[in-house]
C-alpha cells in the first residue's frame, strides 16, 4: 500500500492538494482495478489525507518565513514617518539660517 502512495503522489496527485472527496475517488479507482484492497482503501485515504495536511502546514510555515524574511529589510511606517519628522526638522534649521 505505501508503494501505491508513492506511486500517486510521484504521478502529479499531490498530497498538498488532496482533498479527502479527491483521495476516496482516486482510491476507490483504484480498488475497482485491482490495485489495491477494499480493506486497505479506507487507512490509504486517511494516509493520504494526512500528508495533504502535513505539507500545507509545511508550505504555509515555509511562506511565513519567506514573508518575514522579505518584510525585514523593509521600512516599516512608523520608520518613514519618523523619517519624515527629521526631515522637516532639518528643513526648518536650514530655514531659519
Given at each position: 500500500?505505501?508503494?501505491?502512495m508513492?506511486t500517486?503522489?510521484?504521478?502529479g496527485?499531490?498530497?498538498?492538494?488532496?482533498?479527502?472527496?479527491?483521495?476516496?475517488?482516486?482510491?476507490?479507482?483504484?480498488?475497482?482495478?485491482?490495485?489495491?484492497?477494499?480493506?486497505?482503501?479506507?487507512?490509504l485515504?486517511?494516509?493520504?489525507?494526512?500528508?495533504?495536511?502535513?505539507?500545507?502546514?509545511?508550505?504555509?510555515?515555509?511562506?511565513?518565513?519567506?514573508?518575514?524574511?522579505?518584510?525585514?529589510?523593509?521600512?516599516?511606517?512608523?520608520?518613514?514617518?519618523?523619517?519624515?519628522?527629521?526631515?522637516?526638522?532639518?528643513?526648518?534649521?536650514?530655514?531659519?539660517?
Amino acid at each position: 500500500m505505501a508503494d501505491v502512495m508513492d506511486t500517486l503522489l510521484a504521478l502529479g496527485f499531490g498530497a498538498l492538494s488532496m482533498t479527502r472527496e479527491k483521495a476516496k475517488k482516486i482510491v476507490d479507482e483504484l480498488v475497482k482495478r485491482g490495485e489495491v484492497r477494499l480493506e486497505e482503501s479506507k487507512d490509504l485515504i486517511d494516509k493520504l489525507v494526512a500528508r495533504g495536511e502535513e505539507e500545507r502546514s509545511e508550505m504555509h510555515k515555509l511562506l511565513k518565513e519567506e514573508l518575514e524574511r522579505a518584510k525585514s529589510g523593509l521600512a516599516t511606517r512608523k520608520d518613514i514617518e519618523e523619517l519624515n519628522a527629521k526631515i522637516d526638522a532639518l528643513a526648518e534649521k536650514l530655514e531659519s539660517k
